[in-house]
């Protein structure tokens, strides 16, 4: 796992050399091990080394063929490139790396060879003789390529802070700004600034002295249907699964498991300690709020299948502790508020190993979040729909939070409620928003219509199940799920694998229907069946929680000076000119009052926005 970062230059100017060498500093964090710089013309690639695979000197970066005319920089990992190194023709290998091996694949066959890659990655692959630059990014975004383009240049990143080092006017993208209020991160390929966006999934950029030129190598396309049991295809899963992990216990370096208590962490460690004895697993719990602490359900999956369990009880002050380095870290706004437990578990689990599986995708996958659930069920014309309908304006009334039982259970159906009235197209956006419309908040309106274009590009008007979950998996999932994983894990130099978003897992639950992912009220109904027999009991029939901090409790106690300081404060809104400072001011009033609903999220969202402009546009 690695950082990358480079420049092309269409028509030479200044030498870039030294913001280069800026933008390999900024990126010291994802690779500790090795760094190096490649600088020809008008083109430069730089790279931070975290060494897993082969840890010699042999598989440094930037990377150079026998020949010396092509040079490979890439962050990633491909799982199947000892099948792979089989098809190529006779060559002298240096290394046992997997890196060379893609950059033989790159030499012999171009961008061809980039469907048969099974891994995450993100690389960039220059040919001194014609000129000319490849970037290209994995199917489902789990390793991040960040570019910002103009008539002269093209410059790159695994973050945006490596892009940031070279030179370009800092502008706000008020699109992105909208979707950001609206979403709590950024969907699909926007950036935070003018001219900057990332690569999309699945795609790759061919960069000579004309310009650039974007190709797709993967999409997902129709769906086929499958024709399997619901019996066999939890067995078809248990299988495709276990090949995934076993694929990615692959490492020259000690390996280990996130471990959370949940169905995704356990199934991919019980999978993973039949090929694996007493793999180390990894949790943390929250000593000051127990509703969030579910460590004693991994504590019971990791004695089942007897791994080198490590539990980190943290307390309130544990994980503020660590909010400025996160907060500075951010390098494009990102408010979810679980990289915040994502961070410290990285921390504490990098002094342990170098690469950690994860459950991630599974949610997305499979249906496993509480509004996969409520549209599933907003689908059918049912009389339950029409009660709630009829009996929301009582509802609306209930005091609602995330952090009570009963509380959560009223916030969520007055969200129920309120969906019910929207057309099936409306639903998915407002259920995946914190807000519905955040425009009343900004000094500059957003354009409808490219609003409800890019709504329309990730979801059908007419949707099914499938069409929602799909949307999640495009949207959701790379801008903030992978997001998240990538960005706390590499700040602390730790390399996270996601054995379900696999290539041939995805496929098999692309071509699943919708019953055997939510049927009723049981959620991830797939998952949860085909790992019953497997996994501890205590495990099911009981409530989600997900990831989470206090953050309620943290904005009405322990930040409520700096929120005051940083974003309630008229006088500092005024001058920014981006938002209404009296629609900022309500926020806080909602917030301290006696029903504050979800309206921390949204705050949370400003202040994050806050902090990364005083440090990243400051100046500008």
Known sequence: MCGITGFYQFNKGKSLHAELDQAVKALAFRGPDASGTFVQGSVGLGHTRLSIMDTSAKANQPMTDPSGRFVLVFNGMIYNFQELKKSLPPLDFVSTSDTEVLLHLLIHRGADCLPDLNGFFAFAFYDKEKDTLMLARDRMGIKPLHIYQDERQLFFGSEMKAVMAYPFQRQI?????????????????????????????????????????????????QATTSSLSYEHAQSQLVSLLEQSVQRRLIADVPLGSFLSGGTDSSAIVALASRHHAHISTFSIGYTDHPFFDETTYAERVAKKFNTNHTTFKLTNNDLLHDLDAILSYIDE??????????????????????????????????????????????????????????????????????????????????????????????????????????????KSLPDVEKIETFKRHFLAENPDFNDYLLADIQVLLPGDMLTKVDLMSMANALEVRVPFL???????????????????????????????????????????????????????????????????????????????????????????????????????????????????????
């Open 173 to 221: 993208n008020q699109d992105a700004l909208y979707w950001y209020l609206k979403l709590n991160y950024l969907p699909g390929e926007m950036g935070m600034l003018q001219g900057v966006r990332k690569v999309a999934p699945g795609h790759f950029l061919k960069i000579g002295a004309a310009g650039a030129e974007e190709g797709t190598f993967w999409e997902y396309g």
């Open 333 to 442: 706004p990102f408010a979810d508020s679980s990289a915040i437990p994502t961070y410290i578990l990285s921390k504490h689990v990098s002094s342990h190993v170098k690469v950690a599986l994860s459950g991630d995708g599974a949610d997305e996958l499979f249906g496993g979040y509480y509004k996969h659930m409520a549209l599933r069920q907003s689908l059918d014309d049912s009389f339950t729909n029409k009660l709630i309908k009829a009996a929301h304006p009582l509802v609306r009334q209930l005091p609602q939070s995330r952090s009570g039982k009963w509380s959560n259970l009223f916030r969520r159906a007055d969200r129920f409620g309120e969906m019910l009235k929207m057309t099936p197209h409306e639903r998915y956006w407002f259920l995946a928003s914190l807000t519905n419309d955040p425009s009343g908040m900004l």
């Open 502 to 620: 696999d290539k041939d897992v995805v496929a098999f639950a692309r071509s699943l229907p919708a019953d055997f992912k939510v049927k009723g009220n049981q959620r991830k109904r797939i998952v949860q069946d085909a790992f019953k027999e497997i996994l501890p009991s205590e495990l099911y029939h009981r409530p989600k929680k997900g990831f989470e901090v206090p953050l309620l409790h943290w904005l009405k106690n322990e930040l409520l000076a700096d929120l005051d300081a940083t974003l309630f404060n008229r006088d500092n809104l005024q001058a920014q000119g981006l938002f209404v400072p009296e629609e900022v001011m309500h926020l806080r009033s909602k917030l301290m009052s006696a029903n504050p609903g979800d309206v921390h999220g949204s705050i949370w969202a400003l202040y994050v926005f806050q902090k990364w402009y005083e440090r990243w546009m400051a100046g500008e």
